[in-house]
């Protein structure tokens, strides 16, 4: 069974500022099965990337995806007020990493 | 438009049975997998299984084998999870949420509100 490791486990920034979050596996997966997910408080998960880099329907282009192996990573170029939020990587569409929470610093 | 629409918030007692639900419109129900996910009181995302309304196909994850039923019925479009014995340690909300998948890839693209179970005496 595939774990993931995600970190930094909280990560407190202004806006305006790059937010760099890291999702490691223990072993290599398929890029085209590593998903991001944002979730807010009291919110349902939202997708955000598929297959490592695709942005989801209406995800602004400040969210990126990128990686391979086992290193997997999420950049939000410019955080803006409404981004932040706990942060879930995802493989296969089932395993998820323990979440990153981006807050405001 | 793709909707997922689970039941209301549940209070229940340790021993308690208890079954929620999650509706799907806007698309057809039968052919996409729906998966339920279980967040703890301030914690992550757990996924517990899967099922394919088309043929009620199931697939549960090995933390949950034998502590939850995972069904559907096709012909409302709603898919359900199930508890013959609640415990203290179900008290969580759960999500249930379409699945896309296909040999290479697999991901949530649709989500329900989520159903807040509380089991306490």
């Known amino acids: 069974e595939i774990v993931l490791m995600q970190s930094p486990g909280t990560l407190s920034l202004s806006p305006g500022e790059r937010a760099t979050l890291s999702c490691r596996a223990s072993q290599s997966v398929s890029s085209s099965s590593l998903a991001w997910y944002q979730q807010k408080p009291g919110q349902a998960p939202r997708l955000l990337i598929y297959?490592?880099?695709s942005r989801a329907t209406d995800i602004p282009d400040r969210f990126s995806g990128s990686g391979s192996g086992t290193d997997f990573t999420l950049t939000i170029s410019r955080l803006e007020p409404e981004d932040f939020a706990v942060y879930y990587c995802?493989?296969?569409?089932?395993?998820f990493g323990p979440g990153t929470k981006v807050d405001m610093k | 438009e793709v909707q997922l629409v689970q039941s209301g918030v549940e209070v229940k007692k340790p021993g308690e049975s208890l079954r929620i639900s999650c509706k799907g419109s806007?698309?057809?129900?039968?052919?996409?997998?729906i998966a339920w996910v279980r967040q703890m009181p301030g914690k992550g995302l757990e996924y517990m299984g899967i099922?394919?309304?088309?043929?009620?196909?199931?697939r549960y994850s090995p933390s949950f084998q034998g502590l939850v039923t995972i069904s559907a019925d096709k012909s409302s479009n709603s898919a359900y999870l199930q508890w013959s014995g609640l415990k203290a340690s179900d008290t969580a909300i759960y999500f249930c949420a379409r699945r896309v998948s296909s040999t290479w890839y697999s991901y949530f693209d649709y989500w329900g509100q989520g159903t807040l179970v509380t089991v306490s005496s």
């Open positions: 297959g490592t880099s």
């Open positions: 995802q493989e296969y569409g089932e395993t």
């Open positions: 806007g698309y057809d129900f039968t052919r996409n997998w």
């Open positions: 099922i394919y309304p088309g043929d009620s196909e199931t």
